[in-house]
């Protein structure tokens, strides 16, 4: 099957991303005048960005060219696979050691509702006090499932479902036909470009892939 879709034209910078301007405008804001916080929670649907916009703001607040095979600064975890204390409890460690060359040190949480309370307390403890060369940013599904003492210690972004407009736009970003006599490409979607890679196998010839 290849490298799936969604991977493969994720976007690379905050002007390819698309459905999120409230989002991109307040972030290119904030690295313009170099206000970047200490910690951001990014909540949202699948397959809206969540996780390009966090791997993209690492490499624009340290001023690197993104790359997709990360940078040693920019620290990518899978609280699903990283669920304990003891996990956190090495970040907590770790957070205390400089970056290598970047200006900033940059830890990128994702699904971290999966943690164990245990870890989300020392995470809490990590997020009281972080060195000013730390940034984390922790992604999750639904805001409700994370404690409000560590959304309150975060600025929080909160990520739109992707309309038909958007996606129509996505697609021709990357030349991409979406128009399929067979396929309701926008029902299968339903505002999320990770579910393109269902419709693959009906889509390829559409794509010329």
């Known amino acids: ?12 910078s905050l002007d390819e991303i698309v459905g ?5 405008d307040l972030l290119k804001t904030a690295i313009k005048n170099d206000r970047i916080a200490h910690a951001y929670l990014l909540t949202g649907p699948r ?9 993209i703001l690492a490499f624009s607040i340290n001023g690197l060219k993104y790359s997709d095979k990360g940078h040693i600064d920019i620290i990518e975890i899978d609280a699903a696979s990283n669920t304990g204390v003891d996990n956190i409890r090495d970040l907590k ?5 400089a970056p290598t060359v970047a200006k900033k040190k940059v830890y990128i949480i994702d699904e971290v509702h999966m943690l164990s309370k245990s870890a989300f307390n020392a ?8 060195p000013e060369y730390v940034v984390i940013i922790l992604i999750v599904h639904n805001e409700r499932s994370i404690l409000s003492t560590v959304k309150s210690r ?5 990520f739109n479902k992707l309309s038909d407009k958007d996606i129509k736009k996505y697609f021709l970003k990357n030349d991409l036909n979406f128009e399929d006599k067979n396929i309701n490409v926008f029902k299968v979607l339903d505002g ?9 196998d009906d889509y390829d010839e559409l794509l010329n892939l």
């Open 47 to 55: 397959g809206v960005g969540k996780t390009s916009i966090a791997r």
């Open 20 to 24: 999120q301007d409230h989002i991109t």
């Open 192 to 200: 999320s470009l990770n579910n393109i890679d269902f419709i693959r």
């Open 154 to 158: 975060c600025v929080n972004i909160k």
């Open 93 to 97: 460690d770790k957070v205390l050691v």
């Open 1 to 12: 099957m290849g490298l799936a879709l969604y991977r493969k034209y994720r976007p690379r």
């Open 123 to 130: 995470l809490l403890k990590t997020l009281e006090e972080p």
